[in-house]
């Protein structure tokens, strides 16, 4: 079957993929697509490169979040290890529609890189980088980057070119702009807990294994338990209309999908009580930023039978270890319901206790604690 259809083969049947999530044709000529070949080679085993511009190396990215955070846990090391210093510029790999291109947002607040223009050329780089991770000097680039082989195989993330040291608190800025978004938002609402559910995406068995009705009842479930705060669903605004068949459903949860920037939401991601929903890559992010996390985890990701918080895997290899089962947990969708639901309860009661107390998190982003029930 074609990897473009509209459908996909999920446990031996077919299932519809949302039209949203088919990808955009893309605006750009081959002339324009960032070339494979050209010149590009692999890295050398010694890490000697040479720029275009020694002041400022150009690399090109994916187009994700989760995929370009995976490696600027060990940019800046890289910086000074492989680019003498000199700041990077870097360019989100794109062929779509501007409103997917979530990285560019993201790129623009890190620090100690420099946010170039987009990439064109998704299809044929990001096929080269699934091959090799890293491509040096292409025709229109010093090097393109890619970490995500390694760590969806289970790896952790220390291990991908272990010279290099890991920053698992590197700068994400926030903008006067997102702070005053983020306060007047936590003014006005109170306490809220950040949910994200996907009808399918780009990983179909994320709907295959959890069904409309148990999201439902989860969340309700939740707000049993934390009845201070409110249920809010995230996501692109290609997500509103499920996100509006959930709450017809009988959903206890407003809808922000489409309304937020990447730099509101990750403003939001600071303020919550939690995040609970899904793995992708702003939900990555909320760990990052200290947001209690707790992802369900298709067991499409397993790298071993019963692979579980403390084990390595996909589910925890990017995660630093002192915050796994405690700000951040990764719970398997296919679990009984009620299994589920208690270990969102306690992580999200766990996780909260420990940001209130150990890093001395506002009161106002503490709720009292959830029932057992």
Request: glycine share 8%; with cysteine.
């Amino acid at each position: 079957m074609a990897e473009n259809s509209k459908f996909r083969m999920v446990d031996g049947e077919r299932v519809l993929m949302p039209s949203p999530y088919r990808r955009p044709k893309s605006s750009h000529s081959r002339e324009q697509m960032l070339p494979v070949r050209g010149g590009a080679r692999t890295l050398p085993d010694d890490r000697k490169l040479s720029f275009r511009d020694p002041s400022c190396p150009v690399v090109v990215v994916p187009p994700g979040i989760g995929d370009t955070h995976w490696f600027m846990l060990k940019m800046e090391s890289m910086t000074e290890r492989w680019f003498g210093g000199a700041k990077p510029e870097i360019r989100p790999l794109s062929e779509m529609d501007p409103n997917y291109n979530r990285a560019h947002e993201y790129v623009r607040r890190l620090p100690f890189v420099r946010c170039g223009d987009y990439a064109p050329g998704i299809v044929y780089l990001a096929g080269a980088m699934l091959a090799h991770d890293i491509i040096v000097a292409g025709d229109s680039y010093d090097l393109a980057i890619m970490a995500s082989q390694h760590v969806e195989a289970g790896n952790r993330i220390e291990d991908w070119y272990p010279e290099l040291e890991v920053n698992w608190n590197y700068e994400v800025l926030e903008t006067a702009e997102d702070k005053q978004y983020g306060d007047r938002f936590l003014h006005e609402r109170g306490p809220f807990v950040l949910l994200t559910f996907f009808n399918g995406g780009y990983y179909p068995e994320t709907k295959a294994q959890m069904s409309d009705e148990r999201k439902v009842e989860i969340v309700r479930k939740l707000k049993e338990a934390l009845p201070g705060c409110e249920m809010i669903l995230t996501g692109g605004w290609w997500d509103r209309d499920y996100h509006n068949l959930l709450v017809q459903m009988g959903m206890p949860a407003s809808i922000s999908s489409g309304e937020t920037s990447v730099g509101e939401l990750f403003a939001l991601m600071r303020r919550a009580t939690a995040w609970v929903g899904h793995q992708a890559g702003n939900t990555m992010m909320a760990q990052h930023l200290r947001c209690p996390t707790v992802l369900y985890w298709s067991t499409m990701w397993r790298s071993s039978p019963r692979v579980r918080h403390l084990e390595d895997g996909m589910w925890t290899c990017w995660v630093q270890r002192e915050r796994i089962a405690r700000t951040y947990d990764a719970i398997e969708m296919s679990e009984p319901d009620e299994i589920t639901v208690r270990s969102v309860l306690r992580s999200i009661k766990e996780k909260r206790d420990a940001l209130c107390g150990a890093d001395a998190v506002s009161a106002s982003g503490c709720v009292g604690a959830p029932s057992e029930g």
